[in-house]
C-alpha cells in the first residue's frame, strides 16, 4: 500500500503526520510519502523523519483582498499539477490540514485516489472545510469540530497523533524524567513548571513570565524551565538574572519535548492542537493562554474542550498580566488536590492510539 500524507507549515503540523506514518510503516507492506511546501518545516523535518519528501509551491487560502489572496489561486492550480505525478500511483492520499494539503488532495481526486482528512483543531479550518465534500471519511481531534463537517463525510474523533517519544512520558516517566534532570539543568526535588509558547514561541507569553518572576522569586521549592522561542530567549534570560530562592531555566527551543513533560508538575502554553495532545496524553494540567489571533479564534475552542473536561484553566490573552499569571501559577502549585485531579482528567481526555485510530480510516479507504 502507497500512502502520500500531505500537508505541513509548522512543526505542530508536521510532528502528528510524522506520527501517523510511524503507525502506518509498522505494516511492511506499506510505503509513505510526504507532499508539501517547499518553505515549510516539513522540508527540514520529514527528511530528518526518514520519509521522502515532495516539495511543491503552495499559497493559504486568505479572506482578506490583498495581492497574495490573488495569486493564491493561480498558485493552486500550479501545484495541483506538480502534485499529480506523486499522487497518481498512490492507494490514498492523507491530508493532515492547512494549505499544503490542498494541492494534492485536489489531485487525488483527479486522479480518483481516495482522500482521507485529519482535522486538528476544534474549528475547521478553511482548507479542510472545502476539502471534505471529496473525502473518504475526516478524523477529528475535538469532538466540537466533527458537527462543522457537512453531514455527507464520515467524520470519526480519532484524536490528534502523538510522537512516540512524547507517548513513553505515560509509560516510563522515571526513566525519562531521569535524563531530563541532567540535560536540562533542573533540581529533582522542586516542582516544576514548564512554560512555552508552542514551536516559534509566543512573545507576549515571555514577557509575560519575565513580570511574573517577581512574583515568584520567593519560591525556593519551585523552578521554571520556560522555552521562549528562537530569538527570544534575552526576553526571560535578563529577567531571570536578578538574585532569587526562585530557579529558572531559559532555553530557546528543545528538540526533545519529552523530557520537559517528564519533568513538568503544571504547564503554561499556548492551545494549540499538537500542544494539547502532547500535554494530556502526558497527563499534564495545563493554564492555557490562547493565540488571540489564530484563524477563527480556534484555539479558545480548542481550550473550552480542555476546560469543559477539567483538565485546564483558560487564562484569555487580553486579560494576560504579569501579576495575573504569577497567582494563577501559584494557586494552582500550592493546591495539590486540584491540580492531581486536573492530571486525571487530562489523562483521560487524551487518546493516546490517536495515530492507530486515524490509520485505521487509511486503510478502510484503501479497502
Request: hydrophobic residues 50%.
Amino acid at each position: 500500500m502507497r500512502v502520500v500524507i500531505a500537508g505541513g507549515g509548522t512543526a505542530g503540523h508536521v510532528f502528528p503526520a510524522v506520527a501517523l506514518a510511524d503507525r502506518l510503516s509498522d505494516d511492511t507492506d506499506v510505503r509513505v510519502e510526504f507532499i508539501g511546501s517547499s518553505a515549510g518545516q516539513e522540508a527540514t523535518l520529514v527528511p530528518d523523519a526518514g520519509y521522502p519528501f515532495h516539495g511543491v509551491a503552495a499559497a493559504p487560502l486568505r479572506r482578506e483582498l490583498s495581492i497574495s489572496s490573488a495569486k493564491a489561486p493561480f498558485v493552486a492550480i500550479g501545484s495541483v499539477r506538480a502534485c499529480g505525478p506523486f499522487v497518481r500511483d498512490a492507494d490514498v492520499v492523507v491530508g493532515m490540514g492547512g494549505y499544503a494539503s490542498v494541492p494534492a488532495a485536489l489531485a487525488a481526486r483527479r486522479a480518483r485516489v481516495p482522500v482521507v482528512l485529519h482535522e486538528q483543531n476544534a474549528v475547521p479550518g478553511l482548507a479542510n472545510r472545502l476539502l471534505a465534500r471529496i473525502a473518504r471519511s475526516v478524523g477529528v481531534s475535538f469532538a466540537d469540530a466533527a458537527a462543522r463537517f457537512p453531514v455527507s463525510v464520515p467524520v470519526a474523533v480519532t484524536g490528534n497523533p502523538v510522537r512516540r517519544q512524547v507517548l513513553a512520558v505515560a509509560s516510563t516517566p522515571e526513566a525519562i524524567a531521569a535524563q531530563a534532570w541532567e540535560a536540562l539543568d533542573l533540581d529533582p526535588a522542586r516542582a516544576t513548571v514548564v512554560v512555552f509558547g508552542g514551536s516559534q514561541g509566543a512573545l507576549h507569553v515571555d514577557q509575560a513570565i519575565a513580570g511574573a518572576l517577581e512574583g515568584l522569586s520567593s519560591r525556593g521549592d519551585l523552578q521554571l524551565l520556560v522555552l521562549t522561542g528562537r530569538e527570544k530567549a534575552d526576553v526571560v534570560a535578563r529577567a531571570a538574572e536578578r538574585p532569587m530562592d526562585l530557579r529558572v531555566r531559559v532555553l530557546p527551543y528543545l528538540e526533545r519535548m519529552e523530557l520537559a513533560y517528564a519533568v513538568a508538575d503544571l504547564a503554561v502554553a499556548r492551545a494549540g492542537a499538537t500542544s494539547i495532545a502532547e500535554m494530556t496524553v502526558c497527563g499534564l494540567p495545563s493554564i492555557l493562554i490562547p493565540y488571540p489571533h489564530a484563524t477563527e479564534d480556534h484555539q479558545t475552542a480548542n481550550a473550552r474542550e480542555l476546560v469543559g473536561a477539567g483538565a485546564a484553566e483558560l487564562y484569555a490573552d487580553a486579560d494576560l498580566s504579569s501579576d495575573g499569571l504569577a497567582r494563577r501559577i501559584l494557586d494552582l502549585m500550592d493546591d495539590d488536590t486540584r491540580r492531581a485531579a486536573m492530571a486525571a482528567r487530562a489523562s483521560a481526555w487524551s487518546k493516546p492510539d490517536a495515530d492507530e485510530r486515524l490509520a485505521a480510516l487509511v486503510r478502510e479507504a484503501v479497502r
